[in-house]
């Protein structure tokens, strides 16, 4: 059997990182990468022997997929959103990735949709949408391990948990109202495991929010849509990416 050649690998992990240079800046999300300037790229090319690798943020992988074959496919404005243990994103403004002065730009879970002060975040602010939409911060209020908990809870009737889906779907309609509004995008690609398993309670309240309240114009723009890719999104992305830097391409996303 032929065996065929990696001819370059794809990496994703959450950031903040440099894609230019394959280095982990910091991570609060992995173990082992806190202190960081970690040369992950470098590391794992070393061990393949040979292959160039290349890195990126997650959400950027699973906006590089979704956009390439998924369902943000042939579209130049769009927002890639996951709901899921955490929240973010990745932004895509006229056919380019939008990577900001230091490659953060789209961690759209750290947007401050609450004013309330005792709603911390992980980051050290309050009120990012993160900490009140997240699947381990709705957990976490609630007192269990996993959110879907609190989902089945709220649909038999507990007002506790029924209280904490209604402020988390209200923070998620504050979000993508501010990104309709702010960014004119022609998709809203939603995944994330939160968002597959609840699309009633994350991307219908979108939906409703936009309708509702969001600028007319940019609002009759866009649309809502749930990942083509789901739990495969930021590994058909990585390998994308892999294959369109090791040929010279990709310059969209860089
Ligand atoms: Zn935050």
Request: proline share 5%; charged share 15%; hydrophobic share 50%.
């Amino acid at each position: 059997m032929a065996v065929g050649v990696v001819a370059a690998a794809g990496l994703s992990a959450p950031g903040p990182l440099d894609h230019q240079t394959g280095v982990i800046l910091t991570t609060q999300n992995i173990a082992g990468f806190v202190d960081a300037n970690f040369p992950l790229a470098a590391r794992v090319a070393a061990g393949l022997g040979g292959p160039p690798v290349f890195l990126d943020r997650d959400t950027v992988m699973a906006a590089i997929g979704e956009g390439t074959v998924g369902a943000a496919k042939g579209a130049r404005d769009f927002v890639y959103l996951t709901v899921s243990t955490g929240v973010g994103g990745a932004i895509v403004s006229g056919g380019r990735m939008v990577r900001g002065a230091s490659n953060t730009a789209g961690e759209l879970g750290h947007f401050p949709v609450g004013m309330d002060r005792d709603v911390r975040c992980r980051c050290g602010s309050f009120g990012c949408v993160e900490a009140y939409a997240a699947g381990r911060n709705l957990a976490e209020a609630y007192g269990v391990a996993d959110a879907s908990i609190v989902y089945a809870k709220a649909a038999v009737g507990d007002p506790r948990a029924a209280a904490l889906i209604a402020r988390a779907e209200a923070a998620l309609a504050n979000l993508v109202v501010g990104i309709v509004n702010a960014l004119n995008p022609e998709r809203i690609v939603v995944g994330g495991s939160v968002a597959e398993h609840e699309p009633a309670h994350v991307i219908e309240p979108m939906r409703r929010a936009i309708a509702e309240r969001a600028f007319k114009v940019p609002a009759g723009a866009v649309r809502i849509v749930p990942s083509a890719l789901a739990g495969d999104v930021s590994i058909v992305g990585a390998a994308l990416a892999a294959r369109d830097r090791a040929a010279g391409r990709g310059q969209w996303f860089l």
